[in-house]
Each structure stands twice: as C-alpha cells, then as structure tokens.
C-alpha cells in the first residue's frame, strides 16, 4: 500500500505542476504535511528552539533574523531565493484555505472555524495533494476571500482606517510608504490609492501565485519594504509596532492584485479561509519519573474542582517517600487558576507530578454518547487512556467524589499481568440484581450480557493494564461499544461487558461504596451474595479508599454516611471556603418551598412510577411501546 500511495504521488507530478506552498510556525503546532504543504519555522535564527522534522527559514539566502519586523515574510524571502517551484503559497500555523466549498457559517471575520488540524480536516477542506492540484492548475493567482471591513466589528469605514484602528500602528508609516510608492512604484500609486479608500480587502497575507508572478512580486516586495525599513524611525515602537513592515506587506499585496486585474490578463480565484481553534500539537505523556512512578489519573471538570482538591488532599496524607506519584487530571475545562491552585497542594513535594490532560480536541468522539442523571460526559474519558498514555504500562484510576485512605501505590502495585483491570466487587450491583430491581437481571443477562453477574465491579477505582487494553481493544473500538445501547452505567457498563473474564479482584476495602438515603445496606446490599455483604462489612471496618457513589455526597450532605472524613480533608484543601459557600447556598435554596405546580408533579410522579415499573419493566418492549405512545401524545398536546 505504501509503494502504491507513493506511486500516486508521483503521478500527481507527473500530470500537474510543482506546487510549494508554505504553512509558517513560530511555535510546535499540528499541521498538514505532504508534498505541496511545507511547514516551516519562521524567526528560526533568533528562536531558543528548533522545530523538528519541518523546513526552517535560516538556511540559504535568509532574512530570518528579521522576523521581529518582517513576521511570516521571512518564509517567503527564503521561499522565492531559495524553492523552485512552479507555483508559490503562503498559508499559517492556523489559518489555511479550503480548496473545497463548506456550507457552513462563517465567523465574524468571515472565515469559517474548524477545531482541530487532523485527518478529518484534510479530507473536508480539500488539504489533499490532488484536490489542491486540481484547483491550483486552473489559476494564475488565488487569494482569500475577499472581506467588507464595513461588515467587520470595529474596523473603520476605509482601509486606511482600518490600519489605524487597533491603535498600535502610525498615520506617518502609510504616509512613508505611499512615497516610496510614489518615488520608485509611480504606476503602483493609482492602486495603492483604491485601495486606502476602499473597504475591501484580502486579510491574512496569504496567497498562491504561478512562478512568474510570484517572483515578479517578491521582487517588488522587498524592495519597498526595505526602503522603508532604511527611512523608518522605529526605535520606540511596541512589540505590535514593530511588525510594521509585515502589516505594510499585507496592503501591499492588495495594491499589487489590484494592479494584477487591471492588466486583464490573469485568472484569479478566491477561497474560502479556514480558521483552526486548537493548534497545539497532542502531547505524549511520558512518566513523570524513571523510577518508583506511581500513574494515577482522574477525569474532573472545573465545577467540580473543590472536590478533586479534596481528594487531592487526603491522597497527599498518605503518600510516601518510597515511591513517586505521577497525577495526571483528564479535562476540558478546567480553568488556569484553578490548575496552579491545585498543583499549590504537592507545593515542595520534589516526588510528586500533577499534570492536566486537555481533552477538548477529542470532544467529537464523545458527543454521540449517551448520558443520563448526574452523569457527564467526563466519565468517559478513562476510555481514552489507552491512547493517550501510550508511554505507560499501567495507571490507577479514581473517580472524583473519593477519599483516599491509604497508601495507593500498594494497589498499584497489584500484578495485573495477564488480565485487562484491577477492580472490587459491587455488591451494591448484586443486591440490585438479586431482586431489588426486578428488571436488573433481566437488563445484565440479555442486554448487557453479563456472564457472572456477581463478578461485576465498581468503576471508580480501577487499575488499567494500559499495555493489554491496547493489545485487546482499540479507543474507536471501545467508544463504538459504547454508542451501541444507552447503557444504564454509561462507562461502567461498557467497561464491565468489555473486560469480563479477565478481571483480577482487589479487595473491596479499596473502594468501599457509602451508605445512602439508609437504604443500600439494608435494601440493596442485604440481597447480595453473602460472601460479598461480608466483604463489604470487612471492608466498612477498615475502608483504604471511600467512594462517595450515589446521590448523598458528603458536601451537601454533611450528615451522611463518612461525611466526616470527607470534611477533615476539606478544612485542610485550598477550596474549604468555596465548599461552604455551596453548601449554605444549597440550604438557602432548599429552604425555598417548591411551587405548586412542580409539587404536584413530583407527587403524581411518586405514585404512579411504581406502578409503571410494575406493569411496564424497563428495558422490555412494552416499557419502549410505552414510551413510544406517550411521546406521540406529546407531540399530538404541543400542536
């Protein structure tokens, strides 16, 4: 297959011409890399750091000590001394232009917005070798398109304006160039003077241009820009300022295509600008130690913060000096502050790492899936670890609402060799399906398919062998699972149908699963298995970790079961006063009586869901029939 591809490559040159176009870094970013689209370092001679593995714009003939002033420019100086090419374009790190049309809204620029720079942007914006040639071949010049600044927030009536609106660039600097213009460009000024008073443009300084062209115009680029650096008094310019000559480079080359169509002899193309939010390269995540390293990673979001922090703290207590301990927090959300407040805890811990995991660029993979209840769309994340700690062997997984009582590079340390996790029986699951929900069997043996329903475990603490999900399962593999059924436990479901029969069982003391409402020992748990109500009675006597799983969580019920552990460790977390504050803000809105209307509801709800669930069990087809009926009166009620 890959003889074929570059087969195919070379065809594509065979039949088409020689397309350079250059994609300008100053910073590690992703980026398309093929045959036509170059990355290239830009500033690389004053840079602390070498891009790898990408063109940069020190070598040969170069301006790249001028970058301060000349910006992306330096990558066409070095492009037009330097490249042979038969066409010449110029895209950013995060900016390109589509080569096919999108029907989707544009931002308030008027380009359209991606995420991510990734495979599926390549083939949705046309960023192949042969879509590009095949628009390429037909063009003498193509540009962006072309933007109303009257359309634009902020942007003045002319362009002349505009260059002045952000109020870091000077009148005087127009006015200089607009004499240069006049003294070796004569015939350029008509032009340069449309388009000053004008309120169109093309933004960005990219372009692509056939050869002779593009060498025509770098030619004459360059000259005016450095004439216009030798009489240019910039000695007291801002940062901003300092970039004049490229901000200058990018009405030149407005007047310089407006020169282009007067002569009436060249093909123009405009396309559409493709803006990409994320451009930040996916890191790889190496152990934070080369030895003694203790992986552990949570998923949070930023709202739920105080809590990690919390946790965070009760983990610290029980740290030791034997070990390192390698905290990775997987999120979307979670704001700087609140990042540096919670690493402030392990504050002169030289063996502890805590680490943040952005998982944004992967949100498409999640939104399909299915969430109900308290759950969000965090929980899910742990099935990405195999991919995303690809350095590492194993890691250690806590749910967030946990308070950790003991040494967890004990359970670390648990030979998981052979099998695909480490976890704890639920007993709470077992008295479930022994007949406190009738409809649980039903839904773990036909639906789940849960061959021994008394080995099903509780996901908040598991230990992954990262090593053997990857030899068993792939991320997409596991997420398709996932997407297949509205599971009842979301991920928890999905992992106990997945990893059956090659689970090794910790004791349960590591994630002993709290009482509440007073009824999951004496309803729920009371029906399991009598070996697993005695493992969870042991367990209770002694818990390493407590998971605070269910609706009373120790911070709004400070009264419930082991809610005092949890507050110890809370008077001692950075987040003691936000924690109050949500609890007297709690009490306060629950002293509130419900309205009326809404009392009603719940009350009518409370008597005939039990009836319901009698006649209509869920997960059978007369509960869907059900259902089915209702939405239909619904809809016939709406109209």
């Known amino acids: 297959m890959q003889h074929l591809n570059a087969l195919l490559r070379r065809t594509i040159y065979i039949m088409g011409k020689k397309i350079k176009i250059l994609i300008s870094c100053h910073k590690p970013s ?92 390549t083939k949705k914006f046309g960023l192949d070798e ?21 359309k634009m927030p902020n942007m003045g009536n002319t362009m002349k304006e505009q260059y002045l609106s952000s109020g870091y660039l000077h009148l005087r600097d127009l006015d200089l160039l607009m004499q240069i213009l006049e ?113 552990v990673a949570l998923s949070a979001n930023n709202y739920y913060v105080p809590y990690v922090g919390v946790l965070l703290k009760s983990m610290q207590d029980h740290f030791t000096t034997n070990n390192n301990y390698d905290l990775l927090i997987m999120h979307r959300d979670i704001s700087t502050a609140n990042q540096k407040t919670l690493c402030s805890i392990f504050s002169g811990y030289e063996n502890v790492s805590l680490r943040f995991i952005d998982i944004k660029r992967f949100e498409n993979r999640f939104h399909h899936l299915f969430l109900r209840g308290h759950f969000v769309v965090e929980t899910y994340f742990r099935l990405l670890m195999p991919e995303l700690l690809s350095h590492y062997q194993k890691v250690l997984y806590l749910d967030s609402d946990i308070i950790v009582q003991a040494d967890l590079a004990d359970l670390y340390h648990v030979d998981v060799s052979g099998y695909l996790l480490a976890g704890c029986h639920d007993a709470d699951t077992a ?70 029969g090659r689970v090794k069982y910790a004791d349960m003391s590591w994630n002993l699963m709290t009482d509440w409402r007073g009824i999951r020992i004496s309803e729920i748990i009371s029906r399991a298995p009598k070996y697993l109500q005695d493992e969870y009675q042991k367990a209770r006597s002694c818990p390493k970790v407590i998971h605070y799983a269910g609706p009373d969580k120790p911070w709004q019920q400070p009264g419930s079961d082991f809610a005092e552990i949890f507050w110890s460790y809370a008077r001692m977390s950075p987040f003691y006063e936000v924690l109050l504050q949500r609890l007297m803000e709690q009490v306060s809105h629950s002293t509130q009586p419900a309205p009326l209307h809404t009392r009603m509801k719940l009350r009518v709800k409370s008597i005939l869901m039990p009836l319901i669930d009698f006649g209509f069990p869920k997960f059978t087809k007369r509960r869907e029939t059900l259902k089915k009926i209702l939405k239909a009166i619904k809809h016939l009620v709406k109209r």
Not at 130 to 150: A, F, G, N, S, W
Request: hydrophobic content about 35%.
């Open 431 to 500: 008295g479930l399906y022994n007949g406190f929900e009738p409809q649980k069997k039903n839904y773990m043996d036909n639906v789940l398919k849960i061959c021994e329903p008394y080995k099903y475990f509780q996901a908040g603490v598991l230990l992954f062998n990262l090593a053997e999900f990857r030899r068993t399962y792939t991320t997409d593999e596991m997420l398709r699972f996932a997407a297949s059924y509205q599971w009842e436990l979301l991920d928890q479901d999905v992992l106990n149908h997945l990893a059956q």
């Open 183 to 295: 003294e070796r460009q004569p015939e350029f000024v008509p032009y340069a003077k449309q388009y000053f008073e004008g309120h169109v443009t093309y933004l960005n300084n990219m372009f692509i241009m056939r050869r002779d062209l593009f060498l025509s115009y770098s030619a004459w680029l360059f000259d005016l820009l450095d004439e216009f650096v030798k009489r240019a008094d910039m000695r007291d310019y801002s940062i901003e300022a300092l970039r004049t000559p490229g901000h200058l480079a990018e009405r030149l080359l407005n007047i310089y295509c407006l020169y282009l169509h007067a002569q009436n002899k060249y093909s123009f193309c405009e396309l559409q600008t493709v803006g990409f939010t994320y451009t930040d390269p996916i890191p790889e995540y190496q152990p934070a130690f080369s030895s003694n390293n203790v992986a």
């Open 30 to 121: 992703d980026y398309i890399q093929n045959e036509i689209l170059t990355p290239i370092q830009v500033g690389t001679e004053n840079s602390t750091i070498q891009l790898p593995g990408i063109s940069h714009d020190n070598v040969g003939d170069n301006i790249s000590s001028r970058n301060e002033n000349y910006c992306e420019l330096t990558a066409q100086y070095w492009a037009w001394k330097n490249v042979d090419a038969e066409y010449y374009g110029f895209f950013h790190y995060r900016r390109y232009l589509s080569f096919l049309h999108i029907d989707e809204p544009y931002d308030c620029w008027g380009n359209l917005v991606s995420d991510f720079i990734d495979a599926t942007c």
């Open 130 to 150: 042969r879509t590009i040639q095949d628009v390429v071949d037909k063009y003498d010049v193509i540009l962006p398109e072309c933007k109303d600044i009257l």
